[in-house]
């Protein structure tokens, strides 16, 4: 029986590298037969502000006497997408959602960005496009479980390549291809972009220095 082989299909805090030694941190994995929905969770209070494209969402709290930003997260959680894909050879299974427990949402986003628990719930059980069968599942089951570090140092080292990959990004360098962003013009304005286009759609805005992945 399947339930014998893979008595539960969740991971909680799944830290993996890649072959460049790149690490990738994600909260919730869920495997189910209608798709791989890779669960980003935000514990932040107060209103949330921020689209798709922005390199940044802010927070306000306090009537707007606070305001913080931080990484958008649609964008951290493609990254984390793109590494999980990467690591199981699969396109085209994967399902985002971004959750945010405390926060009142004031977002713009084609991705699946959530409350709570009931309605992360509502949108496991639902109907995607997505089939999956028993050997599929047990494949990316056991391919998972096999490529996570539980190790706390790999954890400190974890914290150590994100900072590595701030300076590459501020020094002009794809973190996830290692090759140069190149300028480009957008709709609006400029942007730095991966020479790895359209294989790699990595891009970042020009003043910004300290990106979160
Ligand atoms: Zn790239």
Partial sequence: MFHSICPLLIFNDVLFK??????????????????????????????????????????????????????????????????????????????????FPRAELYVESDQLICNGKNELNEIIHSNTNIQLNRDTLNKIYCKINESKIDSDIAR???????HKMQDKIASNICPRCNI?????????????????????????QIDDQDVAV
């Fill in 180 to 204: 140069k962003l190149v300028l480009r013009q957008g709709k609006s304005n400029k942007f730095y972009g991966c020479s790895n286009y359209p294989k790699c759609k990595f891009t970042k």
């Fill in 156 to 162: 400190v080292e974890h914290i150590d390549n994100i």
């Fill in 18 to 99: 890649d072959k460049n030694g790149k690490s990738t941190q994600i909260d919730h994995i869920v495997i189910r037969n209608n798709g791989v929905f890779v669960v980003e969770t935000k514990n932040y209070a107060g209103r949330i502000y921020g689209n798709d494209e922005q390199q940044k969402w802010t927070q306000v709290l306090a009537y707007g006497d606070c305001k913080n930003q931080f990484y958008n997260p649609v964008k951290q959680n493609n990254t984390h997408v793109f590494q999980l894909s990467k690591l199981l050879s699969m396109k085209d299974i994967f399902v985002s959602v971004i959750v």
